[in-house]
């Protein structure tokens, strides 16, 4: 079982790197000028939602990192990203990666008095970090394009979340769009996460 285990988590670990690597590529590559131009995240425009992405990564880094898996932070008040926040999530990647190949994600990562399996906890990032990476190339005009199997993973995933507490109108996560079964495993899963895949059809 542990070893099933440590073999699933090193497969996340990878996919999660590569999904990473790509953010970079993708906050590095924002302009100044699109900054308050609006995004598929709706509660957030371009300049928002690139603090609120590398604050987060820069947490959970930093909380996986931590011998206690205790994050440095709860909340992102007052957080602003560097002028260099592609460098700042290469930065966070590493410590993040260097993290779970020492185990991390076997121990709970802890925000404020909250706890998430470690194991959890990745999935959950895996997940939203393609979805925020789409958000952010999708309202910048860059391609984003996770390895396929970051996408069925997160499939898989990604349901045990989304429940009635926290999909819907004034929730969390936007109703469910509506994607054919045969679409590619990426634009179903931005439809289980109630983004439409042919935004900005606006």
């Known amino acids: 079982m542990n070893m099933k285990m440590n073999t699933d988590t090193d497969q996340t670990r990878g996919l999660l ?12 590559g924002i302009d100044e000028r699109q900054l308050h131009d ?20 820069n947490t959970f880094a930093d909380g996986f990192a931590d011998p206690g898996g205790q994050a440095p932070r709860a909340s992102l008040d ?13 930065a966070a990647a590493g410590r993040m990666d260097q993290a779970l190949r020492a185990g991390a994600a076997s121990r709970p990562l802890r925000l404020g008095d909250s706890a998430m399996p470690g194991d959890m906890a ?14 952010l190339a999708r309202a910048t005009g860059q391609p ?27 929730k ?16 179903r899963l931005l439809g289980l996460s109630g983004r439409d895949p042919a935004w900005p059809d606006r």
């Open 144 to 170: 984003w394009s996770p390895p396929d199997a970051a996408a069925r993973e997160s499939l898989g995933f990604a349901p045990g979340m989304l429940t009635g507490d926290y999909q819907g109108q004034g």
């Open 17 to 28: 790197a590569a999904v990473l690597a790509d953010l970079s590529d993708v906050v590095g």
């Open 122 to 135: 990745l999935g959950m990032i895996l997940w939203e970090y393609q979805m925020h990476g789409w958000d």
């Open 38 to 57: 609006p995004t598929p995240c709706t509660d957030y425009d371009v300049a928002q939602l690139r603090d609120h992405v590398v604050g987060w990564l």
């Open 172 to 187: 969390a996560f936007a109703p469910r769009v509506t994607v054919p079964e045969t679409a590619p495993a990426f634009d």
């Open 78 to 90: 007052g957080y602003q990203a560097p002028a260099d926040a592609g460098a700042e999530v290469t």
